[in-house]
């Protein structure tokens, strides 16, 4: 009887022993900074092309750092430049036209300023002519009116020189009605030229348009890398025909890293966009990566399974987002870390 008291004596004891400690872990808890754990995450850019062609070169392997601007993928674009020349070819034409369109409007411009001139010119002579005319045809009148001892010759010449003038006059308004016809169809011509060449500036833009965009189709031949990253994966093989948009590699960007951890809802108001965070990584345990609290959530939800926190899993909790600089790529995609909030940081 004595030793069934002591067995259940020394299980309360155990039993007592194990609530204290556990209510101590759990003040200690409640204690402590808040955090969670989390999960690294690096930039990821996917690398794709707008146009459907062939993978020709492949010059940077999986795992390998690049830099921005470096050459990760070339494509085939034989169709691409090919439709590129062409395009150029068609803008060469259309500006040709239109330089041709621009001085034609021009020389009908000057046949016109020519014509109006002549005209003025025809029109001043015959204004100068039609008082000769008149003082001509006076003095063969006067001639004719005369006894028939004045000179016949005289008079001949006088009607003769009359006429003369008469037909100059004429002449001269012929050619300044002349003039006129022709200005007339100067500025049908300059008109047209006129259109002709509206016409031929449009196409220069439509074909200019074309040129650019195959110039832009020419340069998705040769995919390069937007920012400093690792190349992660190259999905595509050298000879393997790419649909248009899809990835043809798939870089991450490791200079800064994010993880996200759930806080629950009585801790939520330690955490604010700005505030320090401590990071530490299982890989380095006695390292810690300085971070800041990127964002907070404003929307609740159920704590994931796959994270662990200090309180019960059938909380609601908020995802808390810190950045972690990382220069030296220690922190890398996938690597389980805990991050704490430093009170009063």
């Known amino acids: 009887m004595r030793r069934i008291a002591v067995v259940v004596a020394a299980v309360v004891v155990v039993l007592v022993a194990l609530l204290v400690v556990r209510l101590r872990i759990q003040s200690a808890e409640l204690h402590a900074p808040p955090g ?116 016949v010759s005289n008079r001949d010449q006088t009607r003769a020189s009359a006429e003369a003038l008469a037909r100059q006059v004429e002449a001269a308004d012929a050619q300044a009605k002349a003039s006129v016809e022709q200005a007339h169809a100067a500025e049908v011509a300059i008109a047209a030229s006129r259109a002709q060449a509206a016409a031929a500036e449009a196409n220069v833009k439509a074909a200019d348009d074309a040129a650019r965009r195959s110039r832009l189709l020419a340069e998705e031949c040769v995919l390069v890398a937007p920012r400093d990253a690792m190349l992660d994966d190259l999905p595509r093989e050298v000879g393997e025909l790419v649909p248009a948009g899809a990835p043809v590699a798939k870089l991450v960007d490791l200079a800064e890293v994010k993880a996200t951890f759930y806080l629950p809802n009585a801790e939520v108001a330690a955490a ?70 430093p009170r009063g940081g």
């Open 36 to 151: 969670g754990s989390g999960e690294i995450e690096g930039t990821n850019v996917d690398l794709s092309a707008r146009i459907t062609a062939r993978v020709a070169e492949l010059p940077v392997k999986k795992g390998s750092s690049v830099k921005a601007g470096a050459v990760v993928v070339r494509l085939d674009c034989s169709d691409q430049l090919a439709a590129l020349s062409e395009a150029e070819a068609r803008l060469a034409a259309a500006r040709a036209q239109a330089a041709a369109a621009v001085a034609s409007v021009e020389a009908a411009r000057r046949t016109q300023e020519a014509a109006l001139a002549s005209r003025s010119a025809a029109r001043a002579q015959a204004d100068a002519l039609v008082p000769q005319r008149d003082a001509a045809l006076r003095q063969a009148k006067r001639f004719e009116a005369l006894p028939e001892d004045v000179s």
């Open 272 to 341: 604010r966009p700005g505030q320090r965070a401590v990071v530490v990584a299982d890989a380095y345990p006695g390292r810690k990566f300085e971070g800041v609290v990127a964002t907070v959530s404003v929307k609740a939800e159920f704590t994931p399974r796959n994270i662990q926190t200090r309180t019960d899993r059938d909380r609601l909790v908020y995802p808390v987002e810190v950045r972690v600089k990382n220069p030296d790529g220690a922190l890398r995609p996938g690597m389980p870390v805990q991050v704490t909030l």
